[in-house]
């Protein structure tokens, strides 16, 4: 049956980049007014003239035609001084969907259908026959698997993740075949075609869910980790995917109401205040929710149940690797230099988020788009986009779970696990209690700890484990075959560190 199931996901694997070339592509002018502003279609028709009423197969040149038009625009724009009419729309992806034509833009329900149907099914065919084995780990090797493991596999796996990230980020119009044959959901969803971020937010999802069986599967022998995965499967679900969709249909402000600064670092964004404002109380109350969220909500919540509260329960990319990253979970690298690096990246990003929104913030009250008539926040908007927004956060982040484990992310590079951390570690009930006398050495708990934490090395010495970076996900405690270790909320003072 796990056979069969790895043949079913190979299967989708295959049809799904097979679609990137079910299409042909012919522009016409019509389109190009249908798709685009006026303004926009008559600066772009002078550049396309070349591509009208042309058909094309590939889509990858296609695409890039319409990319270098629109870069070309904007060069004379600003050329001439009129930087201030430069195209910022994403034409190269919609003018792509709308120009496709063929097998995929003519069957987008059955491709969808056919391809998350064998996806899904094989998923749960190979994660379903691991009830008939005992729950938890096995000791049998797992620094010998090619797939969780820096080998081959492994460094397919990662190269396709890290593939796939750079395409969604900065080439999403070569991979406008994928988005066409989700705009039925979309539509259906949000009452628009679907963008780039709706495919984003729809695998994520999925990814969520089906790997959060294999979690509930393979841990059903821990409370703790069958609550815990229900509750990021829950939250990816209904308040990262539907609510905000939902709140699209209705014409309201889209908001994962989780979500929270500053790891969501747009939130004081000049164009989302607006768009708050404009919505009426409902804007209003997601802004005010959003800043007691960061200014009360954590240390509060951190203060009694330690980060864990977000990190592991309530955050998307806590969901993602703990449900995804998890077979990659001992990959993460346990060494001092590594604690060393971690602590100096994680809190220069908080740094660098805490005075990118200073900036911003003083420019949509002051109206001036320099400090100090110096540093433009513009720019520090544009490259905290770029490399922690992107780069660190997307790409490295995720495409580097199967090569440096699932929490790369989280551990070097998230400004609001930094925040909370800074408050579970000075001043919080939490800690992880070890029994050191049961303790047999056997180093399960810091094999498996995502975050680096030698927790052996506490357990030996029967010492708390009070430490900033760890996000409370549990999986030492339920991996210990000698119950040594306990995460558990109690009086501050009674820490013993
Ligand atoms: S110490 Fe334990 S609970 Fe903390 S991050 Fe590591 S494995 Fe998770
Ligand atoms: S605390 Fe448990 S898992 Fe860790 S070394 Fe000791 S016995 Fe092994």
Known sequence: MKNTGIFLILTALVLWIALLFGNTYKLTPEILLETASQEHADLLRPKLEDLFDQEHSNVFSFSSSIKNAITEVNKELDAEGKSDQKIYDTYELSLTKAAGDGLVSNNKGLLFGLVFSLLVLGALMFILPDLNLLPGIKNDGIFHHPGTSVKWLGIILGALLIIFYILLYFFPHFIANWIIVLDPLSNFMNGNKASQWFLYGFLYTIAVLVMGIRMLVKYRHSKYQMIRTGSVMFFQLIFAFMIPEIL???????????????????????????Q??????????????????????VPVLTYFYGKRWYCSWVCGCGGL??????PFRQLSNKSLKAWKIERWMIHAVLVFAVIMTIGVIYTYMSGNSAIFGVIDTGTLRYYYGFAIGSIFSGVVGTGFYPLMGNRVWC?????LAAYLGIVQRFKSRFRITTNGGQCISCGNCSTYCEQGIDVRWYAQRGQDIVRSSCVGCGVCSAVCPRGVLNLENGPEASRNI
């Open 276 to 297: 708050k404002i404009e919505a009426g109380t409902l804007g209003i109350f997601m802004f005010v929710w959003g800043i007691i969220l960061f200014a009360v909500g």
């Open 411 to 415: 551990r070097f590079g998230c400004p």
């Open 248 to 274: 699209t249909k209705l014409n309201m402000p889209s908001a994962d109401l989780k979500n929270m600064w500053p790891l969501d670092y747009s939130f004081f964004f000049d164009y989302r205040i607006d």
């Open 321 to 326: 690797a703990e449900t995804l990253g998890d």
